[in-house]
């Protein structure tokens, strides 16, 4: 399994604003996946990370919005750009150790007014 | 378009009962992965299923797999209070920037006294 933890765990936005979320991992991961859960919604893949390249965005998102960072294979970040309130959601990092499972951090919970 | 679809959405069940959550898929897909969400938290791993008619159990919850109907099923017998939580079903594709997860509806289930 993988301890994962993100920063912070939670936030109030003003719209127009833009908010970086951090994802630590305990150990070297070549993939990780960050993940939108909107109210009472199930989790959207947002886009890919891995060490070395560019991210990989899922239909739908665009990195000018949600620009990702993955300096090293143990850290990712996401910044949600210019806020408005429909991005009010929970942030989610996860990362696929075994190609068996994903394992998920904590979230972050982002409330934009 | 890979589709993942649970249902009931949602459920009330009494203790003590028996119930089983549908998730269907459109994809061929040989693995199955089932998690549960408790309010305000992340996403926790219940099974990871392999293989046309796995069947995994674990306490009062037993998931199945039939890779042929694309439907994986997960049994609750006996309900507890305890098993309230959100229940979500998915399932991976490899693409070229690595495996990625889609996640069904979810089945948001109470238990009731």
């Known amino acids: 399994s993988a301890v994962i933890s993100q920063k912070p765990s939670r936030d109030i936005c003003q719209r127009g604003t833009s908010l970086t979320i951090q994802c630590q991992v305990d150990s070297q991961v070549t993939m990780m996946f960050w993940y939108r859960q909107q109210p009472g919604q199930s989790l959207t893949l947002i886009a890919t990370a891995n060490q070395g390249s560019e991210a990989t965005y899922e239909s739908g998102f665009v990195i000018d919005k949600f620009p990702i960072s993955r300096p090293n294979l143990t850290f990712s970040t996401l910044t949600v750009s210019n806020m408005s309130p429909e991005d009010s959601s929970i942030y989610l990092c996860s990362v696929d150790l075994s190609a068996l499972t994903q394992y998920f951090g904590p979230g972050t919970r982002l409330l934009v007014l | 378009e890979l589709k993942v679809e649970q249902n009931p959405l949602f459920l009330s069940m009494q203790e003590g009962k028996n119930y089983t959550i549908y998730c269907n898929y459109s994809t061929t897909s040989d693995r199955l992965y089932w998690y549960r969400q408790d309010p305000g938290k992340s996403l926790e791993s219940l099974f990871v299923l392999l293989s046309n008619g796995a069947v995994k159990q674990e306490g009062r919850l037993m998931a199945s797999l039939d890779t042929k109907a694309r439907l994986s099923t997960l049994h609750i017998t006996a309900a507890v209070h305890d098993l309230s939580a959100t229940y979500f079903c998915?399932?991976?594709?490899?693409?070229?920037?690595?495996?990625?997860?889609?996640f069904g509806t979810g089945t948001s289930l109470t238990v009731i006294p």
């Open positions: 998915a399932v991976d594709r490899w693409v070229n920037t690595g495996n990625q997860f889609y």
